[in-house]
Protein backbone atom coordinates (compact mmCIF):
# COMPACT_ATOMS: atom_id res chain seq x y z
CA UNK A 1 0.00 0.00 0.00
CA UNK A 2 1.45 3.55 -0.85
CA UNK A 3 -0.04 6.33 0.89
CA UNK A 4 0.29 10.12 0.06
CA UNK A 5 0.13 12.45 2.98
CA UNK A 6 0.15 15.79 1.77
CA UNK A 7 -0.36 18.88 3.44
CA UNK A 8 -2.71 21.94 2.62
CA UNK A 9 -1.36 24.91 0.72
CA UNK A 10 -0.94 28.57 2.38
CA UNK A 11 -3.51 29.63 4.23
CA UNK A 12 -5.51 33.14 5.23
CA UNK A 13 -3.98 32.53 8.77
CA UNK A 14 -0.19 33.01 7.56
CA UNK A 15 -0.40 36.20 6.28
CA UNK A 16 -2.19 36.98 9.45
CA UNK A 17 0.43 35.61 11.62
CA UNK A 18 -2.00 34.19 14.17
CA UNK A 19 -2.75 30.88 15.64
CA UNK A 20 -4.66 28.58 13.47
CA UNK A 21 -5.24 24.97 14.76
CA UNK A 22 -9.04 24.50 14.49
CA UNK A 23 -9.55 28.18 13.14
CA UNK A 24 -11.20 27.84 9.92
CA UNK A 25 -9.18 29.90 7.60
CA UNK A 26 -9.35 29.32 3.79
CA UNK A 27 -6.38 28.88 1.66
CA UNK A 28 -5.32 32.06 0.21
CA UNK A 29 -4.19 32.51 -3.55
CA UNK A 30 -0.65 31.52 -3.24
CA UNK A 31 -1.86 28.46 -1.31
CA UNK A 32 -4.10 27.60 -4.64
CA UNK A 33 -1.28 27.53 -6.67
CA UNK A 34 0.87 25.72 -4.12
CA UNK A 35 -1.87 23.28 -4.16
CA UNK A 36 -2.76 22.81 -7.70
CA UNK A 37 1.37 22.57 -8.37
CA UNK A 38 1.36 19.70 -5.92
CA UNK A 39 -1.79 18.27 -7.29
CA UNK A 40 -0.08 18.01 -11.12
CA UNK A 41 3.08 16.33 -9.81
CA UNK A 42 0.83 13.64 -7.73
CA UNK A 43 -1.17 12.83 -10.93
CA UNK A 44 1.49 12.84 -13.24
CA UNK A 45 3.84 10.17 -11.01
CA UNK A 46 1.10 8.23 -9.17
CA UNK A 47 -2.74 6.77 -9.57
CA UNK A 48 -4.28 8.20 -7.18
CA UNK A 49 -7.64 5.83 -5.89
CA UNK A 50 -8.94 7.92 -3.30
CA UNK A 51 -8.34 11.28 -0.93
CA UNK A 52 -9.05 11.20 2.57
CA UNK A 53 -8.89 14.79 3.68
CA UNK A 54 -9.69 16.64 6.54
CA UNK A 55 -12.91 19.03 6.73
CA UNK A 56 -11.05 22.62 7.53
CA UNK A 57 -11.58 24.76 4.51
CA UNK A 58 -7.27 24.60 3.96
CA UNK A 59 -7.46 20.86 3.70
CA UNK A 60 -10.46 20.87 1.60
CA UNK A 61 -9.68 23.04 -0.64
CA UNK A 62 -6.29 21.68 -1.07
CA UNK A 63 -8.07 18.04 -1.45
CA UNK A 64 -10.38 20.07 -4.26
CA UNK A 65 -7.10 20.67 -6.18
CA UNK A 66 -6.14 16.92 -6.28
CA UNK A 67 -9.50 14.97 -7.15
CA UNK A 68 -9.70 17.90 -9.81
CA UNK A 69 -6.36 16.42 -11.19
CA UNK A 70 -6.89 13.18 -10.71
CA UNK A 71 -10.66 12.20 -10.81
CA UNK A 72 -10.40 10.54 -7.50
CA UNK A 73 -13.29 10.47 -4.86
CA UNK A 74 -12.87 13.05 -2.25
CA UNK A 75 -13.27 11.38 1.43
CA UNK A 76 -14.15 13.82 4.24
CA UNK A 77 -13.42 12.96 7.79
CA UNK A 78 -13.00 15.68 10.87
CA UNK A 79 -10.69 12.62 12.73
CA UNK A 80 -8.50 14.30 9.82
CA UNK A 81 -8.81 17.97 11.76
CA UNK A 82 -5.90 19.60 13.14
CA UNK A 83 -5.00 19.99 16.98
CA UNK A 84 -7.71 21.33 18.38
CA UNK A 85 -6.32 24.42 20.33
CA UNK A 86 -9.48 25.65 22.04
CA UNK A 87 -9.27 29.21 23.44
CA UNK A 88 -6.30 29.52 20.75
CA UNK A 89 -8.02 29.25 17.40
CA UNK A 90 -7.46 32.30 15.33
CA UNK A 91 -5.71 34.87 18.13
CA UNK A 92 -2.52 36.36 17.72
CA UNK A 93 0.41 34.71 19.02
CA UNK A 94 1.23 37.95 21.49
CA UNK A 95 -1.93 37.51 22.79
CA UNK A 96 -1.76 34.04 23.39
CA UNK A 97 1.30 34.70 25.42
CA UNK A 98 -0.14 37.10 27.21
CA UNK A 99 -3.41 35.40 28.00
CA UNK A 100 -2.72 31.43 27.78
CA UNK A 101 0.61 31.08 29.10
CA UNK A 102 2.19 27.46 28.30
CA UNK A 103 1.20 24.48 30.90
CA UNK A 104 2.85 21.46 31.71
CA UNK A 105 0.10 18.79 31.71
CA UNK A 106 0.26 15.00 31.72
CA UNK A 107 -0.75 13.12 28.49
CA UNK A 108 -4.26 12.15 29.35
CA UNK A 109 -5.16 15.97 30.21
CA UNK A 110 -5.70 20.21 28.30
CA UNK A 111 -6.39 23.53 29.23
CA UNK A 112 -7.63 26.50 27.12
CA UNK A 113 -10.37 23.95 26.11
CA UNK A 114 -7.89 21.88 23.75
CA UNK A 115 -7.86 18.17 23.21
CA UNK A 116 -5.29 16.30 25.06
CA UNK A 117 -1.98 14.87 23.45
CA UNK A 118 -3.65 11.56 24.41
CA UNK A 119 -6.69 12.16 22.19
CA UNK A 120 -4.87 13.86 19.06
CA UNK A 121 -2.22 10.92 18.63
CA UNK A 122 -5.49 8.53 19.00
CA UNK A 123 -7.58 10.03 16.43
CA UNK A 124 -4.02 9.38 14.35
CA UNK A 125 -3.84 6.15 15.57
CA UNK A 126 -7.33 5.24 14.56
CA UNK A 127 -7.31 6.83 10.55
CA UNK A 128 -4.71 5.02 9.87
CA UNK A 129 -5.57 1.84 11.19
CA UNK A 130 -9.25 3.02 9.34
CA UNK A 131 -7.36 3.47 6.09
CA UNK A 132 -5.24 0.75 6.27
CA UNK A 133 -8.05 -1.56 6.90
CA UNK A 134 -10.37 -0.77 4.49
CA UNK A 135 -8.22 -0.22 1.01
CA UNK A 136 -6.39 -3.56 -0.86
CA UNK A 137 -2.86 -3.94 -0.17
CA UNK A 138 -1.73 -2.32 -3.59
CA UNK A 139 -4.11 0.82 -3.22
CA UNK A 140 -2.52 4.05 -3.91
CA UNK A 141 -4.31 6.13 -1.40
CA UNK A 142 -3.78 10.47 -0.16
CA UNK A 143 -4.12 11.71 2.95
CA UNK A 144 -5.14 15.22 2.61
CA UNK A 145 -4.20 17.15 6.63
CA UNK A 146 -2.15 19.33 8.49
CA UNK A 147 1.29 19.42 9.94
CA UNK A 148 0.48 18.84 13.01
CA UNK A 149 -1.74 15.73 12.16
CA UNK A 150 0.94 14.58 9.66
CA UNK A 151 2.82 14.16 13.00
CA UNK A 152 0.85 12.38 14.46
CA UNK A 153 0.31 10.33 11.76
CA UNK A 154 4.24 9.43 11.20
CA UNK A 155 4.13 8.71 15.43
CA UNK A 156 1.42 6.01 14.47
CA UNK A 157 2.93 5.17 10.96
CA UNK A 158 6.51 4.67 13.25
CA UNK A 159 4.50 3.45 16.34
CA UNK A 160 6.67 5.70 18.49
CA UNK A 161 5.56 6.13 22.34
CA UNK A 162 2.70 8.78 22.81
CA UNK A 163 5.17 11.13 24.09
CA UNK A 164 8.35 10.31 22.12
CA UNK A 165 9.87 13.72 21.16
CA UNK A 166 10.20 13.90 17.34
CA UNK A 167 9.00 16.70 15.16
CA UNK A 168 8.74 15.84 11.29
CA UNK A 169 8.24 18.98 9.15
CA UNK A 170 6.26 19.81 6.17
CA UNK A 171 6.07 22.89 4.52
CA UNK A 172 2.79 24.51 2.51
CA UNK A 173 1.51 21.70 -0.06
CA UNK A 174 4.29 19.33 1.03
CA UNK A 175 3.71 15.48 0.53
CA UNK A 176 5.57 12.56 1.86
CA UNK A 177 5.19 9.19 0.35
CA UNK A 178 4.69 6.03 2.32
CA UNK A 179 4.69 1.84 1.83
CA UNK A 180 3.25 -0.68 3.45
CA UNK A 181 4.70 -4.33 2.81
CA UNK A 182 3.42 -6.41 5.46
CA UNK A 183 5.04 -5.44 8.86
CA UNK A 184 7.71 -3.53 7.12
CA UNK A 185 6.90 0.62 6.64
CA UNK A 186 8.91 2.67 4.39
CA UNK A 187 9.04 6.43 4.03
CA UNK A 188 10.22 6.83 0.24
CA UNK A 189 9.76 10.81 0.26
CA UNK A 190 9.68 13.26 2.78
CA UNK A 191 8.54 16.97 2.36
CA UNK A 192 9.02 16.95 -1.00
CA UNK A 193 7.65 20.09 -2.12
CA UNK A 194 6.92 20.40 -6.08
CA UNK A 195 6.39 23.99 -6.14
CA UNK A 196 8.86 26.82 -6.08
CA UNK A 197 5.71 29.03 -4.69
Not at 35 to 55: D, G, M, P, R
Not at 106 to 122: C, D, K, M, N, T
Request: hydrophobic fraction near 40%.
Amino acid sequence: MKLLVIRHGESEADILDVHEGRADFELTERGHNQAEATSKYICQNYQVEKIYHSTLKRAMQTAQHLASQTGSPLIPDERLMEFNNGLLAGLAHDVVEEKYPQVDVPLHSAVYEQESALEFRYRAEFMLSKIISENDENSTLAIVTHGGMINQLYRAFFRFPVDAEYIFCTGDAGMHEWILNGDCRIVVKSNLIPHDI
